[in-house]
Protein backbone atom coordinates (compact mmCIF):
# COMPACT_ATOMS: atom_id res chain seq x y z
CA UNK A 1 0.00 0.00 0.00
CA UNK A 2 0.82 3.41 -0.22
CA UNK A 3 2.77 5.02 2.81
CA UNK A 4 2.99 9.02 3.50
CA UNK A 5 2.94 10.99 6.61
CA UNK A 6 0.12 13.19 5.51
CA UNK A 7 -0.14 16.93 6.46
CA UNK A 8 -3.69 17.61 7.98
CA UNK A 9 -5.79 20.80 7.14
CA UNK A 10 -4.07 23.77 9.57
CA UNK A 11 -6.94 24.48 11.41
CA UNK A 12 -8.98 27.78 12.16
CA UNK A 13 -10.93 28.95 14.81
CA UNK A 14 -14.77 28.54 12.98
CA UNK A 15 -16.27 32.21 12.88
CA UNK A 16 -18.80 33.02 15.32
CA UNK A 17 -22.08 34.09 13.42
CA UNK A 18 -23.84 37.13 15.38
CA UNK A 19 -27.49 36.16 14.44
CA UNK A 20 -28.46 40.07 13.91
CA UNK A 21 -31.83 41.05 12.61
CA UNK A 22 -32.53 40.19 8.95
CA UNK A 23 -29.56 38.06 8.73
CA UNK A 24 -29.81 34.67 6.34
CA UNK A 25 -28.57 32.81 9.77
CA UNK A 26 -31.20 34.08 12.23
CA UNK A 27 -33.88 32.87 9.42
CA UNK A 28 -31.93 29.51 9.27
CA UNK A 29 -32.35 29.32 13.22
CA UNK A 30 -35.71 30.59 13.70
CA UNK A 31 -36.83 27.37 10.81
CA UNK A 32 -34.40 25.39 12.91
CA UNK A 33 -36.47 25.93 16.13
CA UNK A 34 -39.70 25.72 14.53
CA UNK A 35 -39.26 22.46 13.17
CA UNK A 36 -37.78 21.33 15.99
CA UNK A 37 -40.79 22.46 18.09
CA UNK A 38 -43.12 20.93 16.04
CA UNK A 39 -42.37 17.19 16.98
CA UNK A 40 -41.40 15.14 19.60
CA UNK A 41 -38.14 12.71 18.92
CA UNK A 42 -37.71 9.17 19.71
CA UNK A 43 -34.09 9.11 21.40
CA UNK A 44 -32.68 5.25 21.58
CA UNK A 45 -29.35 4.10 22.95
CA UNK A 46 -26.30 3.31 20.33
CA UNK A 47 -24.79 0.54 21.25
CA UNK A 48 -22.53 -1.77 18.82
CA UNK A 49 -24.28 -1.22 15.60
CA UNK A 50 -27.78 -1.58 17.59
CA UNK A 51 -30.83 1.14 18.40
CA UNK A 52 -31.41 0.79 21.98
CA UNK A 53 -34.93 1.03 23.16
CA UNK A 54 -36.48 0.15 26.77
CA UNK A 55 -39.88 0.51 28.28
CA UNK A 56 -38.86 3.29 30.68
CA UNK A 57 -39.24 5.76 28.24
CA UNK A 58 -38.73 9.62 29.89
CA UNK A 59 -39.23 12.87 29.11
CA UNK A 60 -37.35 15.35 27.72
CA UNK A 61 -38.58 19.13 28.86
CA UNK A 62 -37.51 22.78 27.52
CA UNK A 63 -36.04 24.63 30.68
CA UNK A 64 -38.17 27.98 29.87
CA UNK A 65 -41.20 25.78 28.45
CA UNK A 66 -41.38 22.96 31.36
CA UNK A 67 -44.88 22.25 29.74
CA UNK A 68 -43.15 21.46 25.74
CA UNK A 69 -42.35 18.04 25.52
CA UNK A 70 -39.31 17.50 23.03
CA UNK A 71 -39.16 13.93 23.29
CA UNK A 72 -38.40 10.85 24.92
CA UNK A 73 -35.19 8.85 25.67
CA UNK A 74 -34.80 5.29 25.95
CA UNK A 75 -33.41 4.61 29.81
CA UNK A 76 -30.73 1.78 29.83
CA UNK A 77 -29.94 -0.19 33.19
CA UNK A 78 -26.67 -2.38 34.26
CA UNK A 79 -27.01 -4.98 31.26
CA UNK A 80 -26.98 -2.58 28.54
CA UNK A 81 -23.55 -1.07 30.20
CA UNK A 82 -22.42 -4.15 29.76
CA UNK A 83 -23.75 -4.59 26.27
CA UNK A 84 -21.86 -1.15 25.92
CA UNK A 85 -18.23 -2.36 26.71
CA UNK A 86 -19.02 -5.51 25.18
CA UNK A 87 -19.40 -3.29 21.81
CA UNK A 88 -16.45 -0.92 22.79
CA UNK A 89 -14.22 -3.83 23.16
CA UNK A 90 -15.43 -5.76 20.22
CA UNK A 91 -14.57 -2.47 17.93
CA UNK A 92 -11.66 -2.05 19.43
CA UNK A 93 -8.84 -3.87 17.56
CA UNK A 94 -10.41 -2.83 14.18
CA UNK A 95 -10.64 0.93 15.15
CA UNK A 96 -7.32 1.10 16.79
CA UNK A 97 -5.62 -0.93 13.74
CA UNK A 98 -6.96 1.58 11.29
CA UNK A 99 -4.67 4.10 9.71
CA UNK A 100 -4.49 7.70 12.16
CA UNK A 101 -5.24 9.38 9.14
CA UNK A 102 -8.62 7.40 8.17
CA UNK A 103 -9.42 7.98 11.91
CA UNK A 104 -8.72 11.65 11.36
CA UNK A 105 -10.39 12.08 8.07
CA UNK A 106 -13.86 10.81 9.89
CA UNK A 107 -13.73 13.79 12.73
CA UNK A 108 -12.89 16.22 9.96
CA UNK A 109 -16.02 15.58 7.99
CA UNK A 110 -17.97 15.39 11.04
CA UNK A 111 -16.68 19.10 11.32
CA UNK A 112 -17.69 19.91 7.91
CA UNK A 113 -20.98 18.64 9.02
CA UNK A 114 -21.67 20.55 11.98
CA UNK A 115 -20.48 24.01 10.23
CA UNK A 116 -22.42 23.36 7.30
CA UNK A 117 -25.69 21.22 7.20
CA UNK A 118 -25.89 20.05 10.87
CA UNK A 119 -25.02 24.04 12.35
CA UNK A 120 -28.83 25.20 12.69
CA UNK A 121 -30.08 21.69 14.24
CA UNK A 122 -27.50 21.27 16.84
CA UNK A 123 -27.77 24.75 17.81
CA UNK A 124 -31.42 24.68 17.97
CA UNK A 125 -31.05 20.98 19.66
CA UNK A 126 -28.73 22.98 22.54
CA UNK A 127 -31.24 26.55 22.88
CA UNK A 128 -34.54 24.22 23.57
CA UNK A 129 -33.03 21.20 25.80
CA UNK A 130 -29.95 23.24 27.37
CA UNK A 131 -32.22 26.65 27.52
CA UNK A 132 -29.46 28.86 25.68
CA UNK A 133 -30.07 31.84 24.05
CA UNK A 134 -29.19 31.83 20.55
CA UNK A 135 -25.37 33.27 20.59
CA UNK A 136 -24.66 31.25 23.49
CA UNK A 137 -25.33 27.87 21.54
CA UNK A 138 -23.59 28.86 18.10
CA UNK A 139 -20.53 29.75 20.39
CA UNK A 140 -20.39 26.49 22.00
CA UNK A 141 -22.56 23.40 20.04
CA UNK A 142 -21.47 24.81 16.80
CA UNK A 143 -17.94 26.52 17.16
CA UNK A 144 -16.45 25.45 20.04
CA UNK A 145 -17.22 21.80 18.88
CA UNK A 146 -16.00 22.48 15.42
CA UNK A 147 -12.80 23.87 16.93
CA UNK A 148 -12.41 20.76 19.40
CA UNK A 149 -12.57 18.42 16.38
CA UNK A 150 -10.32 20.50 14.02
CA UNK A 151 -8.12 21.30 16.55
CA UNK A 152 -7.26 17.94 17.98
CA UNK A 153 -7.22 16.11 14.63
CA UNK A 154 -3.59 18.86 14.30
CA UNK A 155 -2.69 17.85 18.00
CA UNK A 156 -2.93 14.30 16.96
CA UNK A 157 -0.65 14.80 14.03
CA UNK A 158 1.96 16.69 16.17
CA UNK A 159 2.00 13.91 18.77
CA UNK A 160 2.41 11.28 16.45
CA UNK A 161 5.48 13.45 14.58
CA UNK A 162 7.01 13.72 18.00
CA UNK A 163 9.92 11.26 17.57
CA UNK A 164 13.36 10.60 19.58
CA UNK A 165 17.09 11.00 18.66
CA UNK A 166 18.45 8.19 17.12
CA UNK A 167 22.84 7.36 17.13
CA UNK A 168 24.76 6.03 15.70
CA UNK A 169 24.32 2.73 14.37
CA UNK A 170 21.35 2.56 16.47
CA UNK A 171 17.33 3.92 14.92
CA UNK A 172 14.88 5.32 18.18
CA UNK A 173 11.46 5.79 17.23
CA UNK A 174 8.00 6.21 19.18
CA UNK A 175 4.60 4.88 18.54
CA UNK A 176 1.35 6.06 19.98
CA UNK A 177 -1.00 3.01 21.07
CA UNK A 178 -4.43 3.89 21.88
CA UNK A 179 -4.91 2.56 25.73
CA UNK A 180 -5.72 -1.05 26.34
CA UNK A 181 -9.61 -1.44 26.84
CA UNK A 182 -12.09 0.79 26.95
CA UNK A 183 -12.27 4.57 27.74
CA UNK A 184 -15.33 5.95 29.95
CA UNK A 185 -16.83 9.43 28.83
CA UNK A 186 -18.94 11.17 31.54
CA UNK A 187 -20.65 14.27 30.26
CA UNK A 188 -22.24 17.61 31.52
CA UNK A 189 -25.60 19.29 30.50
CA UNK A 190 -23.88 22.42 30.34
CA UNK A 191 -22.01 22.72 27.01
CA UNK A 192 -22.70 20.62 23.71
CA UNK A 193 -19.06 20.93 22.99
CA UNK A 194 -17.92 19.48 25.91
CA UNK A 195 -20.05 16.64 25.45
CA UNK A 196 -18.70 16.20 21.96
CA UNK A 197 -15.29 16.83 22.76
CA UNK A 198 -14.99 14.10 25.44
CA UNK A 199 -16.00 10.95 23.72
CA UNK A 200 -14.36 12.19 20.74
CA UNK A 201 -11.28 13.44 21.86
CA UNK A 202 -10.31 9.56 23.00
CA UNK A 203 -11.81 8.15 20.11
CA UNK A 204 -9.27 10.01 18.05
CA UNK A 205 -5.96 8.50 19.06
CA UNK A 206 -7.53 5.29 18.76
CA UNK A 207 -9.57 4.23 21.59
CA UNK A 208 -13.24 3.20 21.89
CA UNK A 209 -15.61 4.34 24.19
CA UNK A 210 -18.44 4.34 26.52
CA UNK A 211 -20.49 7.63 26.89
CA UNK A 212 -23.07 8.49 29.31
CA UNK A 213 -24.25 12.37 28.87
CA UNK A 214 -26.37 14.39 31.74
CA UNK A 215 -29.28 13.33 31.17
CA UNK A 216 -30.79 16.85 30.27
CA UNK A 217 -28.45 16.80 27.16
CA UNK A 218 -29.71 13.99 26.20
CA UNK A 219 -31.42 15.78 23.28
CA UNK A 220 -28.45 17.79 21.82
CA UNK A 221 -26.31 14.58 22.29
CA UNK A 222 -28.56 12.48 20.07
CA UNK A 223 -27.86 15.01 17.27
CA UNK A 224 -23.95 14.85 17.79
CA UNK A 225 -24.09 11.19 17.54
CA UNK A 226 -25.98 11.50 14.62
CA UNK A 227 -23.20 13.99 12.76
CA UNK A 228 -20.83 11.50 13.86
CA UNK A 229 -22.45 8.26 12.12
CA UNK A 230 -23.16 10.64 8.98
CA UNK A 231 -19.55 11.19 9.06
CA UNK A 232 -18.35 7.24 8.98
CA UNK A 233 -18.13 6.58 12.30
CA UNK A 234 -17.81 2.82 12.59
CA UNK A 235 -20.12 0.79 14.97
CA UNK A 236 -18.91 0.56 18.56
CA UNK A 237 -16.33 3.22 18.58
CA UNK A 238 -18.62 5.26 20.71
CA UNK A 239 -21.42 4.10 22.55
CA UNK A 240 -24.11 6.33 23.80
CA UNK A 241 -26.20 5.13 26.75
CA UNK A 242 -28.36 6.65 29.25
CA UNK A 243 -27.73 4.99 32.75
CA UNK A 244 -27.79 6.17 36.23
CA UNK A 245 -24.79 7.19 37.34
CA UNK A 246 -24.34 5.26 40.29
CA UNK A 247 -25.74 2.30 38.12
CA UNK A 248 -22.90 2.99 35.20
CA UNK A 249 -20.49 3.43 38.07
CA UNK A 250 -21.30 -0.22 39.35
CA UNK A 251 -20.31 -1.69 36.68
CA UNK A 252 -17.71 0.25 34.47
CA UNK A 253 -15.10 0.81 37.81
CA UNK A 254 -15.42 -3.13 38.42
CA UNK A 255 -14.52 -3.88 34.89
CA UNK A 256 -10.44 -5.04 34.06
CA UNK A 257 -10.84 -3.53 30.86
CA UNK A 258 -11.54 -0.05 32.43
CA UNK A 259 -8.58 2.25 30.53
CA UNK A 260 -9.68 5.90 31.72
CA UNK A 261 -12.65 8.27 32.33
CA UNK A 262 -12.76 11.73 30.82
CA UNK A 263 -14.91 13.72 32.54
CA UNK A 264 -16.76 16.68 33.35
CA UNK A 265 -18.72 17.85 35.95
CA UNK A 266 -18.99 18.10 39.89
CA UNK A 267 -16.29 18.36 42.50
CA UNK A 268 -18.29 15.51 44.61
CA UNK A 269 -18.86 13.19 42.23
CA UNK A 270 -15.42 13.18 40.59
CA UNK A 271 -13.81 12.68 44.00
CA UNK A 272 -16.17 9.87 44.42
CA UNK A 273 -14.91 8.38 40.92
CA UNK A 274 -11.59 8.91 42.12
CA UNK A 275 -11.82 6.95 45.14
CA UNK A 276 -13.82 4.16 43.25
CA UNK A 277 -11.19 3.57 40.84
CA UNK A 278 -8.97 3.53 43.91
CA UNK A 279 -10.87 1.19 45.80
CA UNK A 280 -10.60 -1.50 42.97
CA UNK A 281 -7.30 -0.73 41.77
CA UNK A 282 -6.00 -3.58 41.77
CA UNK A 283 -8.94 -5.38 39.43
CA UNK A 284 -7.87 -3.29 36.24
CA UNK A 285 -5.25 -4.31 33.75
CA UNK A 286 -3.64 -1.48 33.55
CA UNK A 287 -3.33 2.17 35.90
CA UNK A 288 -6.68 4.21 34.33
CA UNK A 289 -5.71 7.70 33.28
CA UNK A 290 -8.01 10.11 35.39
CA UNK A 291 -9.30 13.21 33.84
CA UNK A 292 -11.54 15.40 35.10
CA UNK A 293 -12.97 19.05 35.00
CA UNK A 294 -14.85 19.49 37.66
CA UNK A 295 -16.29 22.64 39.83
CA UNK A 296 -15.53 26.31 40.18
CA UNK A 297 -15.83 29.55 42.45
CA UNK A 298 -14.27 31.70 39.54
CA UNK A 299 -12.90 35.22 40.96
CA UNK A 300 -13.01 38.81 39.35
CA UNK A 301 -10.67 41.40 41.46
CA UNK A 302 -10.88 44.62 40.94
CA UNK A 303 -7.68 47.41 41.54
CA UNK A 304 -8.61 51.27 42.17
CA UNK A 305 -6.79 51.75 38.38
CA UNK A 306 -9.30 49.27 36.75
CA UNK A 307 -12.09 50.74 33.75
CA UNK A 308 -15.09 50.95 36.02
CA UNK A 309 -17.18 50.58 32.91
CA UNK A 310 -14.97 47.66 31.47
CA UNK A 311 -15.12 45.92 34.80
CA UNK A 312 -18.59 45.99 35.18
CA UNK A 313 -19.86 45.14 31.54
CA UNK A 314 -17.27 41.65 32.27
CA UNK A 315 -19.10 40.85 35.43
CA UNK A 316 -22.48 40.94 33.57
CA UNK A 317 -21.00 39.23 31.34
CA UNK A 318 -18.74 36.72 33.24
CA UNK A 319 -22.03 36.17 35.74
CA UNK A 320 -24.70 35.62 34.15
CA UNK A 321 -24.34 34.62 30.05
CA UNK A 322 -26.24 31.13 30.45
CA UNK A 323 -27.49 32.10 33.53
CA UNK A 324 -24.65 31.50 35.35
CA UNK A 325 -24.20 27.80 34.60
CA UNK A 326 -20.98 27.52 33.57
CA UNK A 327 -18.11 26.40 35.24
CA UNK A 328 -15.66 29.45 34.62
CA UNK A 329 -18.92 32.09 35.15
CA UNK A 330 -17.80 34.76 37.79
CA UNK A 331 -19.14 34.29 41.01
CA UNK A 332 -17.39 36.55 43.66
CA UNK A 333 -16.06 40.00 42.98
CA UNK A 334 -13.53 41.76 44.84
CA UNK A 335 -14.78 45.58 44.28
CA UNK A 336 -12.58 48.62 45.97
CA UNK A 337 -14.76 51.15 47.34
CA UNK A 338 -12.96 53.96 45.69
CA UNK A 339 -14.77 52.33 42.18
CA UNK A 340 -18.05 50.70 43.87
CA UNK A 341 -20.59 53.50 43.54
CA UNK A 342 -19.81 53.16 39.93
CA UNK A 343 -19.69 49.81 39.31
CA UNK A 344 -22.80 49.56 41.04
CA UNK A 345 -24.82 51.81 38.64
CA UNK A 346 -23.14 50.49 35.50
CA UNK A 347 -24.51 46.77 37.04
CA UNK A 348 -27.94 48.13 37.40
CA UNK A 349 -28.35 49.66 34.85
CA UNK A 350 -27.27 46.33 32.68
CA UNK A 351 -29.43 44.28 34.67
CA UNK A 352 -32.48 46.72 34.09
CA UNK A 353 -32.30 46.86 30.32
CA UNK A 354 -31.98 42.71 30.58
CA UNK A 355 -34.93 40.98 29.23
CA UNK A 356 -35.21 37.26 30.58
CA UNK A 357 -37.62 34.37 29.19
CA UNK A 358 -37.76 31.79 25.88
CA UNK A 359 -34.98 30.84 23.58
CA UNK A 360 -37.19 31.37 20.92
CA UNK A 361 -37.24 35.46 21.76
CA UNK A 362 -34.02 36.38 20.20
CA UNK A 363 -34.39 39.50 22.68
CA UNK A 364 -34.03 37.67 25.83
CA UNK A 365 -30.37 37.79 27.16
CA UNK A 366 -31.26 35.56 29.96
CA UNK A 367 -32.96 32.50 29.55
CA UNK A 368 -33.88 29.02 31.98
CA UNK A 369 -31.81 27.20 34.82
CA UNK A 370 -31.76 23.74 33.60
CA UNK A 371 -34.41 21.70 35.78
CA UNK A 372 -36.39 22.26 38.94
CA UNK A 373 -33.49 20.97 41.04
CA UNK A 374 -30.92 23.55 40.11
CA UNK A 375 -33.62 25.84 40.41
CA UNK A 376 -34.56 24.99 43.87
CA UNK A 377 -31.19 24.82 45.20
CA UNK A 378 -30.18 28.69 43.86
CA UNK A 379 -33.68 29.75 45.15
CA UNK A 380 -32.93 28.58 48.61
CA UNK A 381 -29.23 30.56 48.40
CA UNK A 382 -30.95 33.83 47.46
CA UNK A 383 -33.81 33.36 50.18
CA UNK A 384 -31.35 32.62 52.76
CA UNK A 385 -29.16 36.08 51.48
CA UNK A 386 -32.61 38.32 51.68
CA UNK A 387 -32.63 36.99 55.17
CA UNK A 388 -29.24 37.46 56.50
CA UNK A 389 -28.60 41.19 57.72
CA UNK A 390 -25.08 40.68 56.74
CA UNK A 391 -26.24 41.01 52.95
CA UNK A 392 -28.06 43.03 50.83
CA UNK A 393 -29.49 42.47 47.61
CA UNK A 394 -28.49 45.40 45.37
CA UNK A 395 -30.05 43.34 41.86
CA UNK A 396 -32.56 40.44 40.86
CA UNK A 397 -33.62 38.23 43.71
CA UNK A 398 -36.74 37.05 41.88
CA UNK A 399 -37.80 33.35 41.02
CA UNK A 400 -40.52 31.67 39.46
CA UNK A 401 -40.89 28.32 37.81
CA UNK A 402 -44.73 28.69 37.15
CA UNK A 403 -43.78 28.08 33.30
CA UNK A 404 -40.03 27.81 33.47
CA UNK A 405 -36.78 27.30 35.57
CA UNK A 406 -36.45 31.34 35.97
CA UNK A 407 -33.82 33.14 37.87
CA UNK A 408 -33.30 36.92 37.87
CA UNK A 409 -29.41 37.84 37.43
CA UNK A 410 -29.12 38.28 41.11
CA UNK A 411 -26.12 40.52 43.01
CA UNK A 412 -25.53 40.34 46.57
CA UNK A 413 -23.21 42.75 48.14
CA UNK A 414 -21.60 40.35 51.64
CA UNK A 415 -20.21 42.30 54.69
CA UNK A 416 -18.06 39.03 55.61
CA UNK A 417 -16.05 38.17 52.92
CA UNK A 418 -16.06 34.38 54.06
CA UNK A 419 -19.79 34.68 53.40
CA UNK A 420 -21.73 30.95 51.59
CA UNK A 421 -22.06 32.53 48.40
CA UNK A 422 -18.40 33.91 48.27
CA UNK A 423 -17.04 30.06 49.16
CA UNK A 424 -19.47 27.33 47.92
CA UNK A 425 -20.57 26.94 43.73
CA UNK A 426 -24.17 27.93 43.43
CA UNK A 427 -24.07 27.47 39.39
CA UNK A 428 -26.43 29.66 39.15
CA UNK A 429 -27.14 33.52 38.41
CA UNK A 430 -26.24 34.96 41.53
CA UNK A 431 -23.02 37.31 41.82
CA UNK A 432 -21.40 38.17 45.29
CA UNK A 433 -19.58 41.48 45.83
CA UNK A 434 -16.81 42.20 48.23
CA UNK A 435 -15.64 45.70 49.01
CA UNK A 436 -12.30 46.26 50.21
CA UNK A 437 -10.58 49.14 51.15
CA UNK A 438 -7.90 50.19 48.39
CA UNK A 439 -5.21 50.09 51.34
CA UNK A 440 -6.00 46.33 51.77
CA UNK A 441 -5.47 45.72 48.45
CA UNK A 442 -2.48 42.64 49.05
CA UNK A 443 -4.45 41.27 51.97
CA UNK A 444 -7.63 41.13 49.47
CA UNK A 445 -5.12 39.16 47.02
CA UNK A 446 -4.88 36.55 49.64
CA UNK A 447 -8.35 36.49 50.45
CA UNK A 448 -8.49 35.69 46.96
CA UNK A 449 -6.24 33.04 46.48
CA UNK A 450 -7.65 30.99 50.03
CA UNK A 451 -11.39 31.71 50.29
CA UNK A 452 -12.21 28.66 48.18
CA UNK A 453 -10.96 24.93 47.37
CA UNK A 454 -11.18 25.54 43.63
CA UNK A 455 -8.50 26.72 40.86
CA UNK A 456 -10.17 27.08 37.52
CA UNK A 457 -10.71 30.84 36.23
CA UNK A 458 -10.44 34.03 37.40
CA UNK A 459 -9.76 37.72 36.13
CA UNK A 460 -7.93 40.64 36.97
CA UNK A 461 -8.65 44.42 36.16
CA UNK A 462 -5.72 47.12 36.47
CA UNK A 463 -4.49 49.59 34.04
CA UNK A 464 -1.34 49.91 36.85
CA UNK A 465 1.23 47.35 35.09
CA UNK A 466 3.07 46.48 38.39
CA UNK A 467 -0.37 46.15 40.10
CA UNK A 468 -1.09 43.20 37.29
CA UNK A 469 2.17 41.75 37.58
CA UNK A 470 2.17 41.73 41.00
CA UNK A 471 -1.42 39.93 41.19
CA UNK A 472 -0.37 37.24 37.93
CA UNK A 473 2.42 36.23 40.85
CA UNK A 474 0.40 35.94 43.60
CA UNK A 475 -2.72 33.97 42.08
CA UNK A 476 -0.56 31.72 40.18
CA UNK A 477 -2.12 29.18 42.08
CA UNK A 478 -5.39 30.30 41.69
CA UNK A 479 -6.78 29.69 38.66
CA UNK A 480 -5.86 27.15 35.63
CA UNK A 481 -7.62 30.09 33.25
CA UNK A 482 -6.53 33.48 34.23
CA UNK A 483 -7.49 36.33 32.03
CA UNK A 484 -6.37 40.20 32.59
CA UNK A 485 -9.01 42.53 31.77
CA UNK A 486 -11.27 40.56 30.44
CA UNK A 487 -14.19 38.05 31.73
CA UNK A 488 -13.49 34.91 33.03
CA UNK A 489 -15.19 32.74 30.68
CA UNK A 490 -15.24 32.09 26.92
CA UNK A 491 -11.74 29.90 26.70
CA UNK A 492 -10.83 29.41 22.83
CA UNK A 493 -9.73 26.19 21.48
CA UNK A 494 -6.58 26.52 20.73
CA UNK A 495 -5.98 30.44 21.99
CA UNK A 496 -6.90 29.09 25.83
CA UNK A 497 -6.48 25.65 26.43
CA UNK A 498 -8.83 25.11 29.38
CA UNK A 499 -8.81 23.34 32.96
CA UNK A 500 -7.73 24.56 36.45
CA UNK A 501 -6.07 22.48 39.23
CA UNK A 502 -6.93 22.26 42.90
CA UNK A 503 -10.54 21.16 43.31
CA UNK A 504 -11.29 22.14 39.85
CA UNK A 505 -10.06 18.72 38.39
CA UNK A 506 -6.64 17.88 36.84
CA UNK A 507 -5.92 20.83 34.73
CA UNK A 508 -5.25 18.28 31.40
CA UNK A 509 -6.33 21.24 29.23
CA UNK A 510 -9.35 20.52 27.39
CA UNK A 511 -8.31 22.08 23.62
CA UNK A 512 -4.99 20.81 23.76
CA UNK A 513 -2.15 18.52 23.34
CA UNK A 514 -1.94 17.75 26.98
CA UNK A 515 -5.32 16.48 26.77
CA UNK A 516 -4.77 14.23 24.11
CA UNK A 517 -1.79 12.82 25.71
CA UNK A 518 -3.75 11.59 28.19
CA UNK A 519 -5.41 8.78 25.75
CA UNK A 520 -2.14 7.36 24.25
CA UNK A 521 0.11 4.61 25.59
CA UNK A 522 4.06 5.06 24.01
CA UNK A 523 6.23 2.33 23.30
CA UNK A 524 9.63 2.84 22.51
CA UNK A 525 11.58 1.10 19.73
CA UNK A 526 15.19 1.03 19.88
CA UNK A 527 16.85 -1.38 16.29
CA UNK A 528 20.09 -1.32 16.13
CA UNK A 529 21.24 -1.33 13.01
CA UNK A 530 24.26 -3.63 12.89
CA UNK A 531 24.02 -5.55 16.60
CA UNK A 532 27.30 -6.55 18.67
CA UNK A 533 29.13 -9.57 18.31
CA UNK A 534 31.23 -9.60 21.35
CA UNK A 535 30.49 -9.06 24.87
CA UNK A 536 33.56 -7.23 25.80
CA UNK A 537 34.13 -3.95 26.13
CA UNK A 538 37.03 -2.12 25.44
CA UNK A 539 37.58 -1.01 28.91
CA UNK A 540 38.20 -4.59 29.55
CA UNK A 541 41.82 -4.86 26.84
CA UNK A 542 44.82 -5.09 28.57
CA UNK A 543 47.42 -2.37 29.16
Not at 110 to 135: C, D, H
Not at 331 to 348: F, H
Request: with cysteine; hydrophobic share 40%.
Amino acid sequence: MSVGFFQVPIPQNEPVKEYRPGSDERAKLKAALAEASSKTVDIPMYIGADEVRTDAQKELVAPHNRHQILGYFHEGDQSHVEQAITAALNAKEQWANLSWEHRASIFLKAAELLAGPYRYKINAATMLGQSKNAYQAEIDSACELIDFLRFNVHYATEIYSQQPRSSAGVWNRSEYRPLEGFVFALTPFNFTAIAGNLPTAPAMMGNTVVWKPAYQQIYSAQVIMEVLKEAGLPDGVINLIYVDGPLAGEVIFKHPDFAGIHFTGSTGVFQQIWKKIGENIHQYKSYPRVVGETGGKDFVLIHESADPKAAATALVRGAFEYQGQKCSAASRAYIPSTLWDQIREYIVADLQAIKMGSVEDFGNFVNAVIDEKAFDKISKYIENAKNDPTVEVIAGGNVDKTNGFFVEPTVLVAANPLYVTMCEEIFGPVLTVYIYHPDNFEQTIELVDQTSPYALTGAFFAKDRYAIELVTKKLSNAAGNFYINDKPTGAVVGQQPFGGARGSGTNDKAGSLLNLYRWVSARTIKETLVPPTDFRYPFLAGE
